[in-house]
């Protein structure tokens, strides 16, 4: 991939680099925030092959790339100034939208913007925690043993220091300077303050602060307390930077920052954000244990719901609040049965397809969904398809009920995927509690996937009956249709016959880009080894090309297809090509419309690979392959979904 260019694609997509305020990235997404976001182009970013989705969510511009999105990122910092110039002080050119902004798009925004840059080493240190666990439960590693605390440091770092990390991104967030906010994250885990707090615990210390007595509280692993400093800070900093003179400003800035955030934040923000800190923790919790199947049944089906529109970032922040306040969180296992629904939908939709582009992409959305990325499998595969994401949905929901009532917690934090089942074991070994969740995923993946294969195959071959005439027959679905070229099926599908006699080819495998990428639309090709071209549906001849190597047909039901005979075949002028129809003419399935000298084609140093394409496949929700991989003329071809 050729990431620069792909780089500057996407920039002038979003309205240029002056339209770009910030940019940072999660595990598959470009999260701008833009000056001006009527003035970015969705199409033209949803024409690039690399671009999985766009999504405008949250106050944020979202380019849904992939598992690659690391190196997009990198490759549009290194041919932008992202963020020199682009920040207006004053406002002025913000949109009165942006300006106007929920409070529930401008908390994703701020939690996005502080969590993501390190979402990454985050996954990586609870997996690690995860596998350290199960080792010890196994008997492999004991935790007095020098390697088991060299690598529980690796893996323990981020969170104890995590002070000093959200300082750092939520500096960047507020517009202040992230050094000085990693510095007050440093002074909350320094420690002599961690010495403090262990002495108060036992009653051997009280300190004053000028005089005003201080509660020393553990602020390793917190978040809430930091993010406020934090906001204090950079609001501070904003107010008396401009008032120092030039000479003295560089260190003057920080140090009346430190020297009065540090305090105050022992003093009152630290304690208040504590004290809200426990209130949401236990307000959860009663929720919680309400009625845990409940909320896993809840959080099974929305998840990925709020996945799609970006909104799942509003939730993370609770997952954190947890871990420090109880040490564990009940969340975290809720959301795998609905990673694991979608998950399995698409597993369901690689059995199924015939379409080998489909099949393609099932598979690879399917290896990165079992490690907790679903945009790919939701954006190109299951919601496109519309009914396999519900499917999904529902079998999250099943799932995530089944881990409720087990009362399944996690001991790090992690992204919903298969590490997760390593993160969920408890420092005293694996419990019920732990094969409540194995249950709940493996229910959840199984469902999704029998029921998406199961509409899938039922889809396929109602729509062979209709047109072939045949009854459908559940317990023989792989017993090929015999050829036929009458009845037009039901209103909501339409089976496309084969043109001609010939080899599949898959449509990424078409030799010209244009019709590869799909800019003409969805379809299929075939390698003919006869030169005929018979009608795929009963309609009316649309358009033909004065070279005679093309027809643009149309179904009764509206479905639009173009059947171009060879590749860059308009260079004959019409010599092999026989037209056999008018435009205008109604056509009958199985009807002669063109013939073609395939050798003359082939003496010309030309391809016959003929794309078979529907021009409107944006208006259906699928177009997809069942033939085998030889077909013959009359034979079902594609299938097209209203």
């Not at 309609?539 to 059947?563: C, D, M, N, P, Y």
Request: aromatic share 8%.
């Amino acid at each position: 991939m050729d990431y620069q260019s792909l780089a500057e694609k996407i920039i002038e997509g979003v309205g240029g680099k002056e339209n770009i305020t910030s940019l940072v990235h999660c595990a598959t997404r470009l999260r701008f925030k833009l000056v001006q976001p009527t003035l970015a182009d969705t199409e033209r970013l949803k024409s690039l092959d690399e671009v999985i989705a766009v999504v405008n969510s949250g106050g944020q511009f979202q380019v849904v790339i992939g598992n690659q999105v690391g190196d997009v990122y990198q490759a549009i910092m290194s041919v932008s100034n992202i963020g020199l110039g682009a920040k207006d002080p004053n406002e002025a050119k913000l949109d009165t939208a942006e300006k106007k902004s929920t409070l529930l798009a401008r908390l994703i925004d701020i939690v996005s913007g502080i969590f993501t840059p390190f979402i990454g080493v985050m996954a990586a240190s609870g997996i690690m925690k995860g596998l350290l666990t199960l080792a010890v439960a196994c008997g492999v590693l004991t935790t007095e043993g020098g390697t088991y605390q060299i690598w529980f440091a690796a893996s323990d770092a981020l969170f104890f220091f995590f002070p000093l990390f959200i300082g750092y991104t939520a500096g960047q967030k507020f517009g202040g300077s992230p050094f000085i906010t990693m510095v007050i994250g440093g002074a909350l885990t320094h420690p002599l303050m961690i010495k403090a707090f262990e002495a108060g615990q036992t009653g051997q210390l009280t300190e004053h602060f000028l005089g005003i007595p201080i509660v020393f509280i553990n602020y390793s692993s917190s978040v809430i307390p930091i993010i406020l400093a934090s906001w204090v800070s950079c609001a501070l900093e904003k107010r008396i930077k401009p008032l120092l003179p030039l000479a003295v400003r560089s260190f003057f800035t920080p140090v009346i920052c430190l020297a009065t955030v540090v305090p105050l934040t022992f003093l009152g923000i630290g304690p208040l954000a504590t004290w809200l800190s426990h209130l949401l923790a236990e307000g959860y919790e009663v929720i919680y244990r309400f009625a845990p199947w409940l909320a896993g049944a809840a959080l099974g089906a929305v998840w990925q719901i709020c996945v799609i529109f970006g909104l799942h970032w509003g939730l993370v922040p609770l997952i954190f609040n947890n871990l420090a306040v109880f040490g564990q969180d009940s969340m975290m296992p809720l959301l795998l049965p609905a990673v694991m629904g979608q998950v399995g939908a698409v597993l369901g939709v690689f059995l199924y397809s015939k379409d080998p582009r489909q099949k393609a992409l099932a598979g690879s959305s399917f290896s990165a969904g079992i490690f907790g990325v679903t945009e790919p499998a939701i954006y190109g595969v299951t919601l496109p398809l519309r009914r396999p994401f519900m499917i999904g949905c529902i079998a999250g929901s099943i799932g995530g009920a089944i881990v409720g009532v087990a009362g399944t917690s996690s001991f790090s934090f992690g992204i919903a995927g298969i590490f997760t089942l390593i993160q969920i074991i408890p420092p005293t070994g694996i419990d019920s509690t732990v094969w409540g969740a194995f249950i709940g995923t493996a229910v959840a993946l199984s469902v999704s996937c029998l029921g998406t294969y199961v509409w899938g195959r039922h889809t396929q071959l109602l729509s062979i009956a209709s047109v072939t005439g045949a009854s459908v027959h559940p317990a023989a679905p792989d017993t090929k249709p015999s050829p036929h070229s009458g009845n037009i099926p039901t209103a909501k599908t339409l089976v496309l016959l084969t043109p001609m006699t010939g080899q599949v080819i898959a449509m990424a495998d078409i030799p010209d880009p244009t019709f590869a990428r799909g800019l003409l639309g969805q379809g299929i090709a075939i390698l003919p080894n006869k030169g005929e071209v018979r009608a795929p549906f009963s309609g009316t001849v649309e358009s033909l090309f004065v070279t005679k190597h093309a027809l643009g047909l149309r179904s009764e039901q509206g479905v639009e297809v173009l059947i171009h005979v060879g590749i860059d075949t308009v260079k004959l002028a019409g010599e092999p090509f026989t037209l056999h129809v008018a435009e205008g003419d109604p056509i009958t399935a199985g009807e002669l419309l063109l013939t073609f000298d395939c050798q003359a084609i082939t003496d010309a140093g030309l391809s016959l690979v003929t794309p078979i394409l529907v021009t409107n496949s944006d208006d259906f929700s699928a177009v997809e392959c069942v033939a085998d991989s030889e077909v013959i003329v009359q034979q079902p071809l594609l299938i097209i979904t209203a």
